[in-house]
C-alpha cells in the first residue's frame, strides 16, 4: 500500500472539493482520498500494484488542479 501526499495551490469552495475527492475515489487502485482544506493538502492511499503515481497525478492536473 503506497501513500502520498500532495498540496494543491488553491481549491475555490466545497464543490471544487467534492469533485475533486470523487474524481480521485473512481480510479481503480485508488483506497482512499482525504483532503484537509485547512491547508490544502491530500493524502492519497493506493495499491501500487494497481495504479502508478504518475496516474494520479495525472488526474489531479486534469481536473484542473495545480500541485504545489
Do not use: C, P, W
Not at 471544487?16 to 485547512?38: K, N, P, Y
Request: net charge negative.
Amino acid at each position: 500500500m503506497g501513500v502520498s501526499t500532495f498540496f494543491i495551490k488553491e481549491i475555490n469552495g466545497e464543490q471544487q472539493l467534492q469533485s475533486l475527492e470523487h474524481s480521485l475515489s473512481r480510479l481503480a487502485g485508488v483506497e482512499r482520498a482525504l483532503i484537509d482544506t485547512d491547508d490544502n493538502e491530500i493524502k492519497i492511499e493506493y495499491n501500487e500494484k494497481e495504479i502508478d503515481l504518475r496516474q494520479i497525478v495525472q488526474n489531479i492536473e486534469n481536473s484542473g488542479f495545480q500541485i504545489k
